[in-house]
């Protein structure tokens, strides 16, 4: 059994965001959800001014509120140390998004063929007429979809974002590229190695050395909730820095 | 009660009863239609975002107004349980209404959810996984404790219509008789013994549930929440309860009042009933006030940053307008109920059912003011969220407003809205 985590070098990371957009075309995650998210923000006053990054994926605790809360059992803990939404069972009442303290959770707000970055739906059939997306590429589905994510593991629809309206989806720690032998996609396009990936539980994975060499902290780690991603160097940011980037509301 | 007058709303209807019931069902269409039309587009409808990265609040008016309906449904049952185990002789001729009141207000709680969540066609997931997360999820005792209290309330209410209904049964209108053998399933004249024990049980088991339901598994899915700021304190359960009581019992009043002025009730229902009702009110309403200032001065003073900001949000940020305002309102309302007890003000019926009124609105806002902030104001450094409920949730909320006051009228066209005066 394996027990997957991650560590973040911060004393690595520049805040390049590489990572999100990695994330963004693997998953196909809907307009304004990001599933890796880079804390951008500035601390001190001048000439101490000091500017941290902090790469944020999901947590995938080992005490996960989110799947306490769940109603249906949508939201679990794969034996493999993931945390996981199996998309054909969650009902949509968001209490995993409430019950998760680092804002992790992307509800499917929309539907997906009008989620994506185009929109499938209403704009295309405008533009080029009813049904002509799938006819002229030739798909099923929509055409940006990873084909991967209809694959399901252990009889369950986890991985890939934009399945379903009206459905929770989080970071998956790539199920999917991990189950093949790969990283995921965020550790593999960090440009800096910052992101390490790997068995925790396992003395000579990357993740365990690379813990070693380094003090780890871990996010809000007093709440209980066990993270699996571990810090390296930086800092938690404290309450009073000043944000540099903000999100985007669909 | 005079038999002809308790019968007058059933067989007699009025062009203002049409005029009322159309306006009404207009809106609860409306209500329908905008259901729909969120049903087709998702939640993007609605002023609901993801929290942090998205800068909104993923629960917001359906929740706020599910805790509010929630708290009116204990009015009812919770006020005629009392009439029977304490024998309260003088409030039986509002116990029914106080029956009908948390049946309806029950259902609407339960629309509520219904809109909020995604996927309402999967909704028996609950239902199918039920002895899995039972043990788990906070949402999951909600439903269960719901589903009870929904159950013995309906089957107290039927319970004790029986003896009016087989008295009254030959001069009630043949069109909804199917109903009234509903009602009456295996009636007895003899079994009016054997009725009322099963009504005490009953009342003593809503009343222990109410405590449950409302000072228990509700505030629960708030206050286990460790991970949003000003939630997690044992202080939710009797601050819940609380407010609960007190929306029930504002509730009641205006509905006594209403019910009063239409079918000109003023000698059956006497002005004692709402002197007596606004009392605990006070009492209540003083009791919320200082659980308000126990939680704001705890979370402004001692609290960790993140439950600072939420505070501070509320008593002088961007809430403060709609935060006093709920203050100000109990606080006005508190005042008046108080000088009336005490003998300063003259008791008036009108004007303490125009303080009901005030609570009854003041509660709803509180509840919002308990669910939004705290999204908007995240532990992370997330931007601040902004929340604006769109025109699908104005037209739900107001819509379930609307159907709660047809069905209550549609009651009211098929049974007696009074017990009977008690044959020995």
Redesign the interface.
Known sequence: MVRYGMAVDLDRCTGCTACVLACKMENNTPE???WM?V?M?ESERFPDVKIDALP?PCMHCDEP?C????????RFSHEDGFVLTDFE???????C???????????????PEESAYFDFGKEASQLYGTGSVSEATGTDGLPNRNPDHAKKYDGRLVAGGGQ?????EKCTFCIHRVKKGLKPSCVQNCPMDALIFGDLDDPESDVSRALSRKKAWR??EE??TEPKVFYLGGRP?G???R?LN????? | METEKLLKPIRETGIGFYAAAGALSVVALWMLAAWLYQLRNGLIVTGLRDWGVGYGAPWGVYIATFVWYIGIAHGGIAISAAIRLLRLEAYKPIARIAEVVTVISLMMAGANITFDIGRPDRIFNMIVNYWSRVGHSPLVWDVTVILIYMVLSISYLVISMRDDIAALRRRLPRLFAPLYALVLFGYHPEEREKREQMLWWLALALICLMTLLSGGVVPWLFGLMVSQAGWFSALQGPYFLIGALASAIAAIIVVVFLVRRVLGWEKEISAEVFSGLSKPLAVLLIAYLYLVLQEQLTILYAGPPAEQSISHALLFGHFAPLFWMVIGVMAVSVAYLGLQWLGALPPSVGRTAIAAAGVVAALWVKRVLIVVPTFLYPRLPYPTGIYVPTWVEWSLFLGTVALAVLLFMGFSKMFPLMEMEVRR
């Open positions: 304004g959800a990001s998210w804390f923000h944020r509120p799947t306490y809360v769940c109603p249906v059992g949508a069972r969650c009902i949509g009442c968001r209490y998004e409430v019950a998760c303290p680092y804002g992790v959770n992307f509800f499917n707000w929309k539907r379903f309206v009206g459905v929770m996010l809000l709440l209980g940011p309450h009073d820095v944000m903000t999100g985007k509301r669909v």
